[in-house]
C-alpha cells in the first residue's frame, strides 16, 4: 500500500496521516482509515507509531561539522602608513 510506504519514509515525516491519505489517492479520512485497517489490522496512527520505532536511529539527527583550520606560522605584516 502505498500509504504505508510514505509513512516510513522519513521524507513524508513533516506531513500529517490526512495529508498522506490525499496524497496517496483516498478522498476522505473515513475510507483511508477502513480500507488501512483492513488491509494491515492496524490503525493508521498505531502503524506510523510501531514503524518510527523500528526505525533505526543511528543515522538521524545532526551529523558534526568538521571547520578546516589554517596555521600559518608566519607572521603578519603590519602596514606602516608613510609620512
Do not use: C
Not at 538521524?60 to 583550520?69: T, Y
Request: glycine share 4%; hydrophobic share 30%.
Amino acid at each position: 500500500m502505498e500509504a504505508a510506504r510514505k509513512m516510513q519514509d522519513p521524507a513524508y515525516d513533516h506531513i500529517t496521516l490526512l495529508g498522506i491519505a490525499f496524497e496517496s489517492g483516498f478522498s476522505s479520512k473515513t475510507t483511508f482509515n477502513r480500507i488501512f485497517q483492513t488491509n494491515d489490522r492496524e490503525k493508521p496512527t498505531e502503524y506510523k507509531n510501531n514503524r518510527e520505532k523500528e526505525r533505526p536511529s543511528y543515522n538521524l539527527g545532526r551529523q558534526p561539522r568538521f571547520e578546516l583550520l589554517i596555521l600559518n606560522r608566519e607572521p603578519l605584516q603590519r602596514w606602516v602608513p608613510k609620512n
